[in-house]
């Protein structure tokens, strides 16, 4: 993913001949980049889970956002391309020092759930729709941030933020068939979190 | 792709049920062919583990949607990267007048 990030950073970030003058600068930045501010908060603050840190990541997006605005297309999806930037610049520059307890790259996390993929089936099939229907937002909230952040991300763009499969193959630099196989295992695991949480509030856990 | 239909009656297991999850989650996300939507239609007539798993999916999708707390952009960040790209924009202008005013001293 890094070289994603690489070829991304020298193709596409590139500051290409001027299209905008300065008011027209503004204007974009405003009116297409502006709107997701809260939207690319929430999604700085899940990677991170630290508010400083949303803060300077957020901050750091924009400003780049703001430096390459010419390799931005007017009217093209401001809100999918301000999310690859952020989550590149989250690999790059803060996925080292974050908080995260679960640091694996993508090939290693996706090895090991390949191999555990049946027995993880077997273990999350039990969970009761009632005790997910039950559960607070903080619970829901715990189970999905305490996946590896490669499986939260997917789950996050998704089912958070609302982006099709083809928009988040864009923003992940992965094909679109990898990115239904990486949802499908962050699913199957977030399922086995919250059986956890369901089997600890004491719901019964099998049909 | 999996074939988990039985014209029988209502089937008990599903022996393709990763695959036929990996599809259902398609239809839920909205992202699914209509090959798959097709197959989904008909599977969740027949299939229980696939209604079973069709119902939590859901849940657990709404739940995410509507349950997790979505945090909000402290207004003071949003004041301060204003000021940011404002203290950007003026450089800018600012040094394309020195650029300009070197290239009149220069040219006069």
Request: proline content about 2%.
């Given at each position: 993913?890094?070289?994603?990030?690489?070829?991304?950073?020298?193709?596409?970030?590139?500051?290409?001949?001027?299209?905008?003058?300065?008011?027209?600068?503004?204007?974009?930045?405003?009116?297409?980049f502006m709107p997701h501010i809260d939207a690319m908060y929430n999604f700085a603050y899940r990677l991170t889970n630290d508010e400083d840190d949303a803060n300077d990541l957020l901050q750091d997006t924009y400003m780049k956002a703001y430096r390459f605005i010419n390799s931005f297309q007017e009217g093209t999806n401001a809100k999918a391309w301000l999310f690859r930037i952020l989550k590149n610049?989250?690999?790059?520059?803060?996925?080292?020092?974050?908080?995260?307890?679960?640091?694996?790259?993508?090939?290693?996390?996706?090895?090991?759930?390949?191999s555990t993929e049946d027995a993880e089936y077997e273990s999350t099939s039990d969970l009761r729709i009632e005790a997910v229907q039950d559960m607070i937002g903080d619970e829901v909230a715990m189970a999905l941030n305490s996946l590896p952040v490669d499986f939260r991300t997917v789950i996050i763009l998704c089912d958070i933020e609302g982006f099709t499969y083809e928009e988040m193959a864009k923003i992940l630099d992965i094909p679109i068939g990898t990115v239904r196989s990486r949802l499908h295992r962050a699913r199957n695991l977030l399922k086995e979190k919250l059986r956890s949480y369901a089997k600890s509030m004491g719901y019964k856990e099998l049909r | 792709m999996a074939d988990?239909?039985?014209?029988?009656?209502?089937?008990?297991?599903?022996?393709?049920?990763?695959?036929?999850?990996?599809?259902?989650?398609?239809?839920?996300?909205?992202?699914?062919?209509?090959?798959?939507?097709?197959?989904?239609?008909?599977?969740?007539?027949?299939c229980k583990p696939c209604i079973e798993g069709y119902e939590l999916e859901k849940t657990i999708k709404e739940s995410l949607k509507t349950k997790v707390e979505k945090v909000c952009c402290p207004q003071a960040t949003i004041n301060l990267l204003k000021l940011k790209v404002g203290i950007a924009l003026l450089i800018l202008v600012s040094t394309i007048v020195e650029i300009k005013i070197i290239q009149l001293i220069i040219l006069s």
């Open positions: 993913m890094v070289n994603g990030m690489e070829e991304f950073e020298e193709e596409e970030l590139i500051n290409t001949k001027p299209k905008y003058s300065q008011e027209e600068q503004y204007r974009v930045f405003d009116k297409e610049s989250f690999i790059n520059d803060y996925r080292k020092k974050s908080k995260e307890p679960s640091k694996v790259d993508y090939q290693e996390v996706e090895t090991v759930y390949n | 988990c239909s039985d014209k029988i009656g209502m089937k008990e297991q599903c022996e393709n049920h990763a695959k036929c999850m990996e599809m259902i989650q398609a239809v839920l996300d909205g992202s699914a062919s209509s090959e798959e939507i097709e197959h989904f239609k008909s599977n969740l007539e027949v």
